[in-house]
C-alpha cells in the first residue's frame, strides 16, 4: 500500500480531514503488529486503521489523524459515533445494573425496548399485534427467525436470494449467497435451501414497465422452483433482504416484494425480512420494506438498532411467535446496555428528524455521483435508497482502488458485493461532510480514469 501526507480542511465544517503523516502512523503500525501475533487472520481487516476515539461522522485514529466515516462501522452508528444522549443512556444503565439475564428474569429495558419496536412494526392489513425476541447480532436474529418458522409451520424449506447476506453461523449462513469464500469449506451446511436471483431494478429492460418486471421476476422464478424442485407446501419461509446489503447496494424494482408477499399467502409461507442493514432509518424509512407497502410476518434487525452496543433481535406477528419456555434463549441477549443504547438511539432517528436528512443528503449524493457517471466511464451504476448508496464499477479491482485510494485521503469506504462500493454513513451526516466525501471520492476516481487512460496509450 502506498502512503500519503494530506490535509483537508473545509470551511464549513469545524474539523475536517486531517492525515499529518504517512499511514499507518507509528502508533498504529505497532499495534498492528501486536494485533495480528495473537488475533485469528479470519477477519480479513480492509484498512491499517486503528481507531482511538469518535465524534459524529469522523474516526481519529491513535496517531490523531482524523477521518471521514462514510461507511459507520458498516451500517451501525447511525447516530454517528458517540452520541451524547448514546454515551449518557449507557454511563447511566452501567453505573445501576450492567446484566441480569433475559431468558430467566424481567431484564432492565428489555420490555421497554420490545414496546418502541412493536410500535415501530410496518403497518398493515394483518390485524395482530407483535411479540419480539432481543439477540446480540443480526445473525443470531436470523438464526431465531429460521427456528421460529421452522417451528410454527412444521416445515422445513427455505428459500433465499443470490447475493443474499444473513450471517456467518451454520444456519444463517446457509441462506447466505453473497460470496464463496464464506461458504467453502464449511459444508454441510442446512438442507433444504434454495435461491432464486435477485434482480436489480437498474436491469429493467426500457420497453417494460417497473412494476409488471419486478412481479414477473418474482412470479416466474417461485412457479419454476414449485413445479420442479421445490413443493411450495414444503417451504417454511422466504428469507430476504429489502435491499441486498453485501450483494452490493443492490434495489430490487418495484411489485418484487408484492409479488413475494401474495406468494407466501397463497402458500402459507412465512416472509422473514432481514432488516439488519437496512433498518432504523438508514433508507429513510424505519425498515425498508416500508418502501413497497408489504408487511413481512418476521423481521430481523440489528446494527443501526443501537449505534454500536450490540444489540439485535427479531419480531414476528404475535400468533407466530407462540413456542414453549426454553424452546430458545440467550443468555446475553436484552442486555441491560443493548437496550437503554438502542432506546436512546431510536429517540435521537426519530426526535431529530433524521429519516428526513437521510433521504436529502441521500438524494444529494446520488445526484451528484450520477453527474460523475455521465463524466467518468469507470463508474457505471448508481443506486440506492436514503444513506444506502451502491456505486458500481468496472470491475472488482477499480472497487479495491478506489477504497484504498479514499483512505489515504482520509475517508472511510467500503466495497460490496462482486465490484461495488457502498456508501452507509452515520444519518447525522450534513450537506458539508456530504460534498467533502463526494469531492475526494470524485478526485480519486477521475486521477484512476486518466491512470488508466495514460497505461492503455502507452502499452
Known amino acids: 500500500m502506498s502512503t500519503t501526507t494530506h490535509i483537508i480542511d473545509s470551511p464549513a465544517l469545524e474539523n475536517g480531514i486531517e492525515i499529518h503523516g504517512p499511514l499507518p502512523g507509528p502508533k498504529a503500525a505497532a499495534h498492528i503488529e501486536r494485533d495480528e501475533k495473537v488475533t485469528s487472520n479470519c477477519l480479513g481487516r480492509v484498512y491499517p486503521l486503528v481507531p482511538e476515539r469518535g465524534e459524529g461522522c469522523f474516526l481519529i485514529d491513535v496517531d490523531g489523524n482524523r477521518f471521514l466515516d462514510f461507511f459507520a462501522g458498516i451500517a451501525v452508528c447511525a447516530t454517528g459515533h458517540s452520541h451524547p444522549a448514546v454515551v449518557k443512556a449507557v454511563q447511566e444503565q452501567v453505573a445501576r445494573l450492567i446484566h441480569a439475564g433475559g431468558s430467566d428474569v424481567y431484564s432492565p429495558g428489555y420490555a421497554e425496548l420490545c414496546e418502541k419496536l412493536v410500535a415501530l412494526a410496518p403497518k398493515g392489513s394483518y390485524g395482530d399485534g407483535w411479540q419480539v425476541f432481543l439477540t446480540n447480532s443480526g445473525t443470531e436474529a436470523v438464526e431465531g427467525a429460521l427456528k421460529l418458522a421452522r417451528y410454527h409451520t412444521g416445515r422445513q424449506r427455505i428459500i433465499g436470494f443470490r447475493g443474499g447476506f444473513h450471517g456467518r453461523t451454520m444456519g444463517a449462513l446457509s441462506v447466505t449467497a453473497s460470496k464463496a469464500i464464506q461458504r467453502r469449506g464449511f459444508g454441510p451446511l442446512l438442507s433444504g435451501v434454495v435461491h432464486l436471483t435477485f434482480p436489480n431494478k437498474s436491469h429493467r429492460p426500457k420497453d417494460m414497465d417497473e412494476t409488471t418486471w419486478g412481479r414477473q421476476m418474482a412470479a416466474r422464478q417461485f412457479a419454476e422452483i414449485f413445479d420442479t424442485t421445490t413443493p411450495p407446501e414444503e417451504v417454511a419461509a422466504i428469507l430476504v433482504e429489502p435491499i441486498q446489503g453485501e450483494g452490493g447496494y443492490v434495489v430490487p424494482p418495484d411489485g418484487f416484494f408484492q409479488e413475494i408477499r401474495e406468494i407466501c399467502d397463497r402458500h402459507g409461507i412465512l416472509l422473514i425480512a432481514d432488516e439488519v442493514q437496512t433498518g432504523f432509518g438508514r433508507t429513510g424509512k424505519m425498515f425498508a420494506v416500508e418502501h413497497w407497502h408489504v408487511q413481512p410476518d418476521v423481521i430481523c434487525m440489528a446494527k443501526g438498532i443501537s449505534s454500536g452496543v450490540p444489540v439485535g433481535g427479531f419480531m414476528a406477528r404475535s400468533h407466530l411467535m407462540q413456542w414453549p419456555p426454553a424452546a430458545h434463549g440467550s443468555t446475553w441477549g436484552g442486555n441491560p446496555l443493548g437496550c437503554a443504547a438502542a432506546l436512546a438511539n431510536i429517540q435521537i432517528i426519530e426526535s431529530e428528524d433524521?429519516?428526513?436528512?437521510?433521504?436529502?443528503?441521500?438524494?444529494?449524493?446520488?445526484?451528484?455521483?450520477?453527474?460523475?457517471?455521465?463524466?467518468?466511464?469507470?463508474?457505471?451504476?448508481?443506486?440506492?435508497?436514503?444513506?444506502?448508496?451502491?456505486?458500481?464499477?468496472?470491475?472488482?479491482?477499480?472497487?479495491?482502488?478506489?477504497?484504498?485510494?479514499?483512505?489515504?485521503?482520509?475517508?472511510?469506504?467500503?466495497?460490496?458485493?462482486?465490484?461495488?462500493?457502498?456508501?452507509?454513513?452515520?444519518?447525522?451526516?450534513?450537506?458539508?461532510?456530504?460534498?467533502?466525501?463526494?469531492?475526494?471520492?470524485?478526485?480519486?476516481?477521475?486521477?484512476?480514469?486518466?491512470?488508466?487512460?495514460?497505461?492503455?496509450?502507452?502499452?
Not at 401 to 414: H, K, N
Open 354 to 459: 433524521l429519516m428526513a436528512n437521510t433521504v436529502e443528503q441521500g438524494e444529494y449524493l446520488m445526484e451528484r455521483f450520477r453527474e460523475l457517471q455521465d463524466e467518468c466511464d469507470l463508474l457505471v451504476d448508481v443506486r440506492g435508497l436514503g444513506l444506502m448508496i451502491g456505486l458500481e464499477v468496472a470491475d472488482k479491482s477499480t472497487a479495491l482502488d478506489w477504497m484504498e485510494r479514499c483512505f489515504y485521503q482520509g475517508l472511510l469506504i467500503l466495497t460490496a458485493g462482486a465490484k461495488a462500493i457502498r456508501l452507509c454513513p452515520p444519518l447525522i451526516l450534513s450537506r458539508a461532510e456530504a460534498e467533502l466525501g463526494f469531492q475526494i471520492m470524485r478526485e480519486v476516481l477521475l486521477e484512476m480514469a486518466q491512470t488508466k487512460r495514460v497505461e492503455v496509450v502507452g502499452g
